[in-house]
T-cell receptor, first 113, second 108 residues
Framework: DAGVIQSPRHEVTEMGQEVTLRCKPI?????LFWYRQTMMRGLELLIY????????DSGMPEDRFSAKMPNASFSTLKIQPSEPRDSAVYFC???????????FGSGTRLTVV | GENVEQHPSTLSVQEGDSAVIKCTYS??????FPWYKQELGKRPQLIID?????GEKKDQRIAVTLNKTAKHFSLHITETQPEDSAVYFC???????FGKGTTLSVSS
């Protein structure tokens, strides 16, 4: 298995632009998580899905953030409009039950200028 | 919801010494406690985990202990090596909530 695939690896965008981050979980994993990592706040859970259904989005910082999972092999995290404080590394992770850890993707480093 | 506290935030040891990182959690319903290692610029990687029905687990130089009554768990690394230098994260919960991380530096 190729693992959790995220794209793009790096994204530089201007403030106010829309940003879309993509994730392909490991085949057979029915849980998908989006995390944001910054030096100040560490690894924050933004939202997670089970069987393509959002279960908890309480970590989504603002209405500017939205996430979808249209099928078992694809998820997106969208920021519209983006702001400089959104600059961070965004990780996607997947797992199934019984949990043996989460497998993380390589992350997307987002820079909003 | 779950809250995970981790300390120390930084830890410096000499090669061959032991390192201990401690975490506490708030949700008594949590039953899964993994530890991750993250090297600079890379993704977090699972190094060891423990479930609530086990008090201790060991894998070569790494061990984890869990005290469910006190709601705390610890990572123990023995005979540290320079390649152990990284950021270590504890986590807890069904949807994992992570501690803020411990930067471990092992000097030779």
């Amino acid at each position: 298995d190729a693992g959790v695939i995220q794209s793009p690896r790096h994204e530089v965008t201007e403030m106010g632009q829309e940003v879309t981050l993509r994730c392909k979980p490991i085949s057979g994993h029915d849980y998908l998580f989006w995390y944001r990592q910054t030096m100040m706040r560490g690894l924050e859970l933004l939202i997670y899905f089970n069987n393509n259904v959002p279960i908890d989005d309480s970590g989504m910082p603002e209405d500017r953030f939205s996430a979808k999972m249209p099928n078992a092999s694809f998820s997106t995290l969208k920021i519209q409009p983006s702001e400089p404080r959104d600059s961070a590394v965004y990780f996607c992770a997947s797992t199934t039950l019984p949990i043996v850890g989460y497998t993380f993707g390589s992350g997307t480093r987002l820079t909003v200028v | 919801g779950e809250n995970v506290e981790q300390h120390p935030s930084t830890l410096s040891v000499q090669e061959g010494d032991s390192a201990v990182i401690k975490c506490t959690y708030s949700d008594s319903a949590s039953n899964y406690f993994p530890w991750y290692k993250q090297e600079l610029g890379k993704r977090p990687q699972l190094i060891i985990d423990i479930r609530s029905n086990v008090g201790e687990k060991k894998d070569q130089r790494i061990a984890v202990t869990l005290n469910k009554t006190a709601k705390h768990f610890s990572l123990h690394i023995t005979e540290t090596q320079p390649e152990d230098s990284a950021v270590y994260f504890c986590a807890a919960g069904t949807a994992l909530i992570f501690g803020k991380g411990t930067t471990l530096s092992v000097s030779s």
